[in-house]
């Protein structure tokens, strides 16, 4: 067997497949994540906290002096840590969202009904008593 179709069996496996749209969905999900986060979830905290911004909490490491979080890092090193307050906000509403669609899916599962069992075949004596009784009717 070549590498080539070893590749070619490798790639075309199902965990290998449902892996990549895995991660294709997950790549778009976790941008709506973080547009829910930057977009809605964020302002209203800003708001709640009287004008909160965590994008902007940081500590300058090279002594600069700017206002924004963009200005500085032009400046030099930063130690940013609001961006990842942002971040962090970002993963425990991706990691809650997968929660409830795991324990919806897990709930689904549970309430599917197992199928109904096959017939069990009668028993061999039966079957052959049968074969008999419609040879003595013919």
Not at 27 to 54: E, N, R, Y
Not at 95 to 119: E, G, H, T, W
């Amino acid at each position: 067997m070549g590498f080539m179709s070893e590749f070619r069996e490798f790639a075309v496996k199902g965990n290998v497949i449902d892996l990549a749209v895995g991660v294709i969905i997950g790549g778009a999900f976790g941008k709506i994540v973080d547009s829910i986060v930057s977009d809605i979830i964020m302002p209203v905290v800003s708001t709640v906290f009287g004008g909160l911004d965590f994008s902007n909490y940081f500590i300058p490491l090279a002594g600069q002096t700017a206002e924004t979080l963009v200005e500085a890092k032009k400046a030099g090193a930063v130690f940013a840590y609001g961006s990842f307050i942002t971040v962090a906000l970002n993963f425990l509403i991706l990691a809650f969202i997968i929660f409830l669609m795991i324990k919806q899916i897990n709930r689904l599962k549970r309430q599917s009904p197992p199928p109904p069992p096959a017939p069990a075949a009668p028993p061999e004596d039966i079957v052959l008593l049968r074969e008999i009784r419609d040879a003595l009717k013919k």
